[in-house]
């Protein structure tokens, strides 16, 4: 176990149609984005070897495997979830599954630090002591994926916490559930340009942000949900489906063991 100021994470993203990913050692960050979609499962274990390997990181020197469990792709969660199992299986490291909307509320909060100028201090988070962002993700089939979250800034302990303000869930753009309305209220996510004018009229007067769960958003989360305690062993990397589609497919089971056996290999080959 590292020591907490030198926690290392791999992180990846592969929901969406960008496959994102990332690499820590304490305060040193290394990212990358690469296209997603049908090809993240071909481009994702060598593209997370050659940055363990830039990093000088081996895979059984990390802490966890952070990965954004949906909701999102079928074919991406399933491409994350098996990933994440082969790397971690041979190395005796947990996962620690994120959930994508909370990821797209964190990348929309750093985006707007970020506004300002200069870099991002304790300081001038904490002037920044609340926000709300409802994350939107586009679902395809005419649907979003939604949720709110809260961030507030906690004194005492010298940072800032998310909590839920909305539950997940997926609907027509018209259904959104619109959270408590607040003078900090923002829209985040990749669902504007196909929705955006058929969001509720609430929402009409909220900023937007276009964001992504990216492997950074991963990462800035890690370390307090890692104190939560919610890393789990790698057999329970989960994919998170908030549609009626409850168990996978016999081709499915199948496809995410090859792509966990796939990663295990390529990991085994990789160490000295």
């Not at 962002?133 to 395809?140: K, T």
């Not at 302990?157 to 303000?165: I, L, M, S, V, Y």
């Not at 989960?238 to 390529?266: C, F, S, W």
Request: proline residues 7%; charged residues 15%.
């Amino acid at each position: 176990m590292n020591a907490a100021t030198e926690r290392r994470w791999l992180a990846f993203d592969t929901s969406t149609d960008v496959l994102s990913l990332g690499v820590a050692r304490g305060d040193h960050v290394w990212t990358q984005t690469l296209p997603g979609g049908a090809q993240a499962s071909s481009n994702l274990i060598p593209a997370v070897l050659a940055m363990l390997a830039e990093a000088e990181m081996p895979l059984a020197s990390l802490d966890a495997i952070v990965f954004g469990r949906g909701p999102g792709s079928f074919t991406g969660l399933r491409t994350a979830c098996a990933v994440a199992q082969g790397l971690a299986f041979g190395v005796d490291v947990p996962v620690l599954p994120v959930d994508t909307l909370l990821a797209v509320a964190e990348e929309a909060r750093w985006l707007r630090l970020h506004s300002g100028a200069g870099e991002p201090t304790s300081e001038s988070q904490a002037g920044m002591t609340e926000l709300t962002v409802l994350a939107l993700l586009d679902a395809r089939m005419d649907e979003v994926y939604s949720a709110a979250y809260t961030w507030q800034w906690v004194p005492e302990q010298h940072q800032g916490q998310w909590r839920e303000a909305s539950p997940l869930q997926v609907s027509a753009p018209e259904k959104v559930q619109v959270p408590p309305m607040a003078p900090s209220l923002c829209l985040a996510g990749n669902a504007f340009a196909a929705y955006g004018e058929r969001l509720p009229a609430a929402l009409a007067h909220a900023p937007r942000c276009e964001a992504l769960p990216t492997a950074s958003a991963l990462l800035r989360l890690a370390p307090a949900l890692w104190a939560q305690g919610l890393a789990v062993p790698a057999e329970q990397a989960m994919p998170l489906y908030i549609r009626d589609k409850v168990a996978n497919t016999t081709a499915e089971r199948e496809a995410m063991k090859a792509l966990a056996l796939q990663a295990h290999q390529g990991q085994t080959t990789a160490q000295p």
